[in-house]
């Protein structure tokens, strides 16, 4: 069956600090990949995506995310942290087109201090 | 442009209580999604609709019921609140785009509707 991991529970970490929050994929084939973010309170809301190509993909609010096959990993990262990026966020991916068949990590917290 | 609206945002109810929740979505999308979001779990899916007038079930679908009479609203129904309920849902709409190779679905995502059953 397909499954989404996410290894870490609940990060912390220093405003100014640099940010990677893991992601494992089990498939047979590669899937595509997605980072949402969901702020207290809120849905989610879309970071960014990996369907093909490029494997370094740029998304919203300064993220990026590396598509590593070899490892069948999928990691945000982030230079540099705000608090404003205290959030949960969710690892997702889906092997065709349909919504339906999306797959989620459990999530990881993210905790900024000041 | 409000995308995807959930109602209520909030509800308590008894064990064995009837409600419906309500997913209205003003982009025209296709499919539209029930997920509930429990701790640890990440979001699993309900049911889900790829059309209206159509209706499946998805991962955790037992009792739940839905209907898309309308394109635009999703209703999500709980005939006998269990304790179990409790969660967070989400409703989420989404298109193929034509512009992202092969076509893959985006999903948009509501703000939630917490649900607590005692």
């Known amino acids: 069956a397909q499954s989404v991991t996410q290894p870490d529970i609940h990060i912390t970490v220093s405003e100014g600090a640099s940010l990677e929050l893991r992601c494992n994929y089990s498939?047979?084939?590669?899937?595509?990949l997605f980072w949402y973010v969901q702020s207290p309170g809120q849905g989610l809301q879309l970071l960014l995506k990996y369907f093909s190509g490029d494997t370094l993909v740029q998304g919203i609010k300064g993220f990026e995310a590396e598509f590593k096959r070899s490892q069948s990993s999928f990691n945000l990262r982030k230079p540099s942290v705000h608090w404003s990026d205290a959030a949960e966020y969710f690892c997702a991916s889906t092997l065709d087109n349909y919504g339906q068949n999306f797959v989620f990590g459990p999530g990881t917290r993210l905790s900024v201090l000041p | 442009n409000a995308g995807v609206t959930q109602t209520p945002k909030f509800r308590v109810l008894k064990t064995g209580q009837s409600m419906t929740l309500l997913c209205a979505q003003d982009?025209?999308?296709?499919?539209m999604y029930w997920y509930r979001q429990d701790p640890g779990m990440g979001l699993r899916l309900i049911h889900y609709s790829v059309g209206e007038g159509t209706t499946a079930k998805g991962e955790v679908p037992d009792g739940y019921n839905v209907s898309r009479l309308k394109k635009q609203n999703f209703l999500l129904g709980l005939e006998s609140a269990a304790p179990s309920q409790t969660s967070v849902y989400f409703c989420?709409?989404?298109?193929?785009?034509?512009?992202?190779?092969?076509?893959?679905?985006?999903?948009?995502f509501g703000a939630g509707s917490r649900l607590t059953v005692l």
């Open positions: 989420a709409s989404g298109f193929q785009s034509l512009t992202i190779p092969a076509g893959a679905n985006v999903l948009t």
């Open positions: 982009m025209n999308h296709e499919y």
């Open positions: 498939y047979g084939a590669t899937p595509y």
